[in-house]
Every structure is written in structure tokens, then in C-alpha cells.
């Protein structure tokens, strides 16, 4: 008996034409690709936009296709990387897009974070996607290798030792087995380029090496104005400032994260740190024999995030992360 086949890989993406150039030297066409646009475009997510489920197969190689329960494509379509534009809010927000190909003809966008409606973005570079990078390596990023998590007994762990089942302490819920490890190398660029949190910088005893989009929990004695808890829950990326906390460019980073029944607040170098929510991204990408068992445990494969304030760049520049910094390292 042939063995089963391997599950697909999931992912939310938009179409090329709801991405449109609102002013600028292309006013009105749609998202083109890298040979197709101009830097300095400013461009617009349409606000009838409705994100489609993506789901490729395990690759071969390099060789990616359209699998079973895709709303994209058909079948047995090839899946490319065509490129990565960086684009820029009117705030300082950075938004990073990869731009797929679908039987190589069909466009559409991947972005790399959360992406807003009547929002102007304005197109600062583009350069070609890496040959290597596969749709599933975009679907697995957390801790660096070598980062420290607090197991339940009070030790602390290196997390590439870490295996399923081994009990990690958890600010909302004390012992948690760990259901599932992920692990991704990539290049260390651009949106994979790691945030390096210093020692000390938030209490931590050792740096705090973490993909930018991946999210610390701070918990503020006395709530700030504008906020409607005293949790929050900040991108790593929002805390650079090149001084305390700053981006580690070149090389490869290999990238750790971990699953729980619930989503979860971990202890990562002693800084409170979400675990990886489970969604289609993430049980997608797990053996047939255990994808069944996580989705027994986890109905609707929709773990609620954690309660707290999700606090941007804006709010952090308003009332200065100095003020974050100085609370949580004693200086």
C-alpha cells in the first residue's frame, strides 16, 4: 500500500488586482510584476478585497504545485516566486509583498505582514525572490536557535532541544506540553531578517533573537493613555531603534517555534513571548498521522489569540520606547 500523501502547505494571499497604484507614473493599472512597476508608485489594497485560501504541495525540489482544497488554480499547477517588493505606510510602516505565479501566468500577493485597506503604500524596492525559497519556509518563523524558554520546573532550555511534550511554563495556564515544533532556515534578509532585542533591554538576561513579525507581551503597571488594557502585545520589529534593539542582516537564521493547545504567553530569555497560533499555516504543514491528531485538538483550526492591546509603531513612537526600556532594565 503506497503511503499516504503528504498534507499542503496553506496561506491567505490576495489577487494582483486588488492591489492597485493609486497615484504615480502607473495611476490605475494593477499590481504588475518587477519588470511591470516604478518605484515611487503609491499603492492601495482595495477595500472589497477578500483573501483566498492558497494551498500548495509538499515541494519536490524545488518544484511547487497547487494541491487539493486550493481556491487557487488547479491541481497540479506550478507555484513560483516571482519576486519581493518593499513598500512603505505614510506612519513608517513597512509592508513586504512576495508576488507568486500560477501555471505562470496567473499573479497574485503573499504579504509578508498585516496589510490595511485605503491605506497608501508607497513602492521603495524590489528585487527578485530567492531561487531557494520555498512557499512553506514564509509559513514558520518565531525564536532563533539557541533562544532560552523557561521550562515548568524553572529551567532553561536551548528551544532547538525541545520536543513534543515537553512541559514549558505558561503565564496564563503554568505546565504546557508542547504539541508541535516547526523549524525553517532562511536567508537573513529583508523580512527574514531577525530582531535582535540586547540583553537587559527588557529585562532580559541574554539576547532575544526573533523573527520581526512575531509578537512580545508587555504588561504595563498602570495603563497607558490610548490603550483600552494594560496588556499589549508589540512586533518585535516596532522596538527597533538601532541602539537597544536593532536588525541582524546576512547569513542564514534558523527559526524555532512552538505549538500548544491554546495560544500561549511563553517565557523566551525571561521575556514574555506568544507561542505560534494554530491556523491552516501551521497544521498544514504536519504529517498526515499528526495533523489528525492536532485537529482533533484544536476544532476549527483557530486558536483565539491571547487578550491584549496590539500596539503599533505609531503608539510606541508616541509615548517613546525608551520609557518601555527604562521600566524593564533597571536603567
Known sequence: MPPAPQPGHACQIFRAADIFVASGSN??????????????????????????????????????????????????????LEARFALMAPDGDKVELVILLVDGTQRFVLPLSPI?????????????????????????????????????????RAIETLHPGAPVLTRDHGRQPVRWIGHAR???????????????????????????????????RQKLPGLSTSELLVQARHFVDEEHVYLRT?????????????HEII????????????????????????????????PGLSQNPHFGTEAGRQFLDAIGTERLFKDRSGR
Open 27 to 80: 495611476q490605475g493599472d494593477d499590481l504588475g510584476g518587477p519588470q511591470q512597476v516604478d518605484l515611487g508608485d503609491v499603492y492601495r489594497l482595495d477595500r472589497n478585497a477578500t483573501p483566498l485560501r492558497l494551498v500548495v504541495s509538499q515541494p519536490v525540489g524545488t518544484d511547487q504545485r497547487i494541491a487539493p482544497g486550493s481556491a487557487v488554480g488547479v491541481e497540479g499547477q506550478k507555484v513560483t
Open 116 to 156: 490595511g485597506t485605503d491605506v497608501d503604500y508607497t513602492l521603495l524596492a524590489v528585487e527578485p525572490a530567492p531561487t531557494d525559497l520555498m512557499l512553506a519556509d514564509l509559513l514558520c518563523l518565531s525564536f532563533a536557535r539557541g533562544t532560552m524558554i523557561t521550562m515548568a520546573d524553572g529551567a532553561q
Open 186 to 220: 532562511l536567508r537573513a534578509v529583508g523580512a527574514f531578517a531577525p530582531v535582535v532585542i540586547s540583553a537587559g533591554t527588557l529585562g532580559n538576561g541574554g539576547d532575544l533573537i526573533l523573527s520581526q513579525h512575531h509578537r512580545v507581551f508587555l504588561y504595563q
Open 250 to 262: 546576512g547569513g542564514f537564521v534558523d527559526y524555532f517555534s512552538l505549538v500548544f493547545d491554546r
Open 267 to 298: 517565557y523566551a530569555e525571561g521575556i514574555p513571548s506568544e507561542s505560534l497560533m494554530v491556523n491552516d499555516a501551521t497544521v498544514n504543514r504536519l504529517p498526515p498521522e499528526i495533523a489528525a491528531e492536532v485537529k482533533a485538538k484544536f
